[in-house]
């Protein structure tokens, strides 16, 4: 570490231009391929809607593999026709067929479009009453289902059929758009929370470090990240699929870990230079003890997203990639560019009181004792109180995380202001309607028996009779002379846990009845159904998932700090932060709690793919934590094997740095309450409340006291261990501290 930070200070300007170079190549590349090209990839191996998107694409019926939605046309005054579409609708879709958005077809009241060849054709059959299921019965509202392509799935699609058709819109009608593409549009806020967490990076790291180019340096580092790191999600959304969100997703983790990275090193830096180090003898020896702690942290980040790829779900394959691409960016950039940058400041990076005596070396320590020092030594003389407290506190808040449901919630949770909610609400209200009309169901019906009428009336008849099932609302949508559809809507809501039993229910006996003495096959479909196999899929992996990353981190700082308690420490206190932040998540999106203040509907389920997500994300930013807590402390124990000091030490010269890096994490997931979308609410609330846990009680409370309590415990390894397990140094012998020497520069 040593001779890559002395090459850094020494070819500082070779460094910066090749900086430089590659964020402009890399950005220059992706802009020369036609920029991101996103796009989202749903394979479920092994489950029932794997199977029919396989069967439709194999039967030349792509088209009826992608995302669909509801164009919901209102008649504010009057009554719409039953034979006549209101003015320009018709021919507003068809020009949909050909434009860029990817149309595959449309199905409505009055025709239907299929938009391989453009021709306008009678609506899909009833069966049941004959009362046409995409009519209310009052003839107060109409649906359109419109239909995507498969895996055109970019928000550019989705906004532009709703900004060409919501022109329609006059004094007698009013059109909404609702369903699972539509709630695409409330996707955003992210670039909101950029800014809102570069500017709290910004006051927070002018408090921390009083200096005008320290405050800048650890934001440089990360913009340059940043810069390298979009360039390559774009040129990777040409070779694989890779979801929208990545990219925003990525720059909140930079903003987060390159703020860690750069605060650690440079506050080494600036205590290495009150103690009387040479300047570049000061960054070398900043990097080759801080640094080897962002290297292991930085690394353990990568793993925890890269191992998102092992729960297969294609979906999350480009996320995984491109986040770890960015973290290892700025791992990589805290470690040359930031040196290299610290060398051409050089005594700049201190308050300016200090600066003129420290490059004389007249500074002398006055040891004075900085709150951090004083709520450490609070900590070890109180830990059993302080350690109870706290572990209650977040028991406490764990407990709505053990009623937890996966699932997806429905436009119902929407704000009451989007088009998604009113669209929603026009359907669920409407008579004939009701709210199971937002919902999408289908059997797909594979065999001779596709052109059989007799057993298509038999299928919908017997469909019309099981229960949670709107008999009204099933229609026959032919597509080949061997397969052929038949829609239906449920009467519960989409996101009701009845819906759920509804698709288990009907590819039990249902189907198997069906099918009984005949060579079809029967497969319940739709998003709806999607839904349920996704949410499974994952629930089924989770706690593969969760073992896996808990008991790889264990391994790495077992490894690291020669110890098997600290890693045992450190796994526990990863899975309490999950098990709160996730009660936190429940208590409102799902019990309702504080769902009015924060705008968003109650009583739905969490997104499936959220608790895979929030633990990887929250995995990566705790082991941050506590290797930067616990590589001090070790630090110390090799100096002095003295417990309760080295665990004094560690908390009082990082719980500033911890505490600081967390506040601006904070106020970037705060942000997220900006946007309109559920689940960008769901985000920031979930990681901006597990980051305060993490950093206020953990690392700040919880932590020391359980190490104070357990003793010389904490650095127990077996002998028999320590010989066959490699030796990996986070942090090599440096200096002790003097007591009290705490770094008085991080005063939070």
């Not at 026709?81 to 595959?104: F, I």
């Not at 209650?392 to 995380?401: G, N, T």
């Amino acid at each position: 570490m040593r001779s890559i930070a002395r090459f850094a200070t020494e070819k500082r300007w070779l460094v910066v231009v090749l900086w430089i170079a590659f964020i402009f190549g890399v950005q220059a590349l992706s802009s020369a391929a036609g920029g991101a090209n996103y796009k989202e990839s749903f394979a479920l191996p092994h489950t029932q809607s794997q199977t029919v998107l396989d069967l439709l694409k194999h039967s030349g019926q792509n088209s009826q593999t992608g995302q669909s939605g509801f164009i919901v046309v209102h008649a504010k005054t009057g009554k719409l026709s039953d034979t006549t579409p209101p003015a320009g609708l018709q021919d507003a879709l068809a020009k949909e067929c050909t434009s860029s958005h990817h149309v595959a077809n449309y199905a409505s009241p009055w025709f239907a479009i299929n938009c391989t060849n453009g021709a306008a054709t009678p609506a899909p059959a009833a069966v049941g009453s004959g009362h046409n299921p995409l009519m209310a019965s009052d003839n107060s509202v109409a649906i359109v289902n419109i239909q995507w392509q498969g895996s055109q799935n970019g928000i550019d699609n989705f906004k532009g059929v709703y900004n060409d058709i919501k022109k329609l819109a006059n004094d007698t009608t009013q059109y909404e758009f609702t369903g699972g593409a539509f709630q695409n549009l409330a996707a955003g806020g992210s670039n909101a929370s950029l800014f809102i967490g570069f500017f709290a990076a910004l006051v927070i790291l002018a408090l921390v470090f009083r200096a005008l180019w320290p405050t800048l340096l650890p934001l440089v580092s990360a913009a340059a990240a940043l810069g390298g790191g979009t360039g390559i999600i774009g040129l990777l959304t040409h070779v694989m699929n890779v979801a929208d969100f990545t990219t925003e997703l990525s720059q909140l983790m930079v903003i987060g870990v390159g703020v860690d990275y750069a605060l650690f090193i440079v506050t080494r830096h600036r205590r290495n230079l009150l103690r009387g180090m040479e300047m570049r003898e000061s960054i070398a020896t900043a990097i080759d003890t801080s640094g080897r702690a962002v290297l292991f942290a930085g690394i353990t980040v990568c793993i925890a997203m890269l191992g998102l790829c092992a729960l297969g779900v294609s979906f999350l394959y480009g996320v995984a990639i491109g986040t770890a691409i960015s973290v290892g960016l700025t791992m990589v950039a805290s470690l040359t560019l930031l040196p290299a940058l610290l060398s051409f400041i050089g005594y700049n990076v201190l308050p300016r009181r200090l600066r003129k005596s420290v490059k004389a070396g007249t500074y002398v320590d006055d040891h004075h004792t900085t709150r951090w020092a004083r709520w450490s030594d609070t900590v070890q003389k109180n830990k059993l109180v302080l350690g109870v407290v706290a572990a209650a506190i977040i028991v406490v808040l764990a407990v709505p995380f053990f009623s937890m449901r996966l699932g997806n919630s429905d436009q119902s949770s929407d704000p009451t202001s989007s088009t998604t909610r009113r669209g929603y609400d026009l359907i669920a209200s409407a008579p004939g309607f009701g709210p199971g009309y937002n919902s999408i169901l289908e059997l797909v019906v594979s065999g001779p028996s596709a052109q059989d009428r007799q057993y298509l009336t038999k299928l919908g008849t017997d469909l019309s009779k099981v229960g949670n099932v709107n008999g009204d609302s099933i229609r026959v949508v032919p597509l080949k002379s061997d397969l052929v559809l038949v829609n239906f809507k449920s009467l519960s809501t989409p996101q009701a846990a009845a819906t759920t039993d509804l698709v288990s229910t009907l590819r039990g006996d249902f189907t198997k009845t069906h099918e009984q003495g005949t060579s079809n096959k029967i497969y319940v479909f739709g998003q709806t159904a999607i839904i349920v196999d996704f949410t499974h899929v994952l629930s089924a992996k989770m706690p593969l998932f969760f073992t896996a990353i808990i008991g790889l981190s264990f391994l790495l700082l077992m490894v690291a700090f020669r110890s098997l308690m600290v890693p045992l420490t450190a796994a526990v206190m990863n899975v309490f932060a999950a098990g709160a932040s996730f009660g936190i998540v429940v208590a409102i999106f799902q019990w309702g709690w504080l769902s009015g203040p924060l705008g968003i509907g109650s009583g739905g389920p969490i997104e499936a793919f959220l608790p895979v997500l929030f633990f990887a994300i929250l995995f990566g930013l705790s082991m941050d934590y506590q290797v930067f807590l616990v590589s001090r402390m070790h630090e110390e124990w090799v100096h002095t094997e003295d417990n309760h000091r080295a665990i004094r030490i560690g908390q009082s010269e990082t719980g500033g740095i911890i505490t600081a890096a967390a506040v601006i994490m904070i106020a970037v997931f705060s942000g997220f309450l900006l946007g309109d979308s559920r689940v960008v609410k769901l985000v920031g609330i979930g990681l901006g409340g597990a980051i305060f846990i993490d950093a206020f009680l953990l690392r700040t409370v919880l932590v020391p006291a359980l190490m104070h309590s357990l003793g010389r415990s904490n650095w127990f390894f077996p002998k028999w261990l320590d010989r066959v397990t490699p030796r990996v140094s986070v942090e090599p012998a440096d200096q002790p501290s003097v007591e009290g020497d705490d770094d008085k520069l991080v005063k939070v």
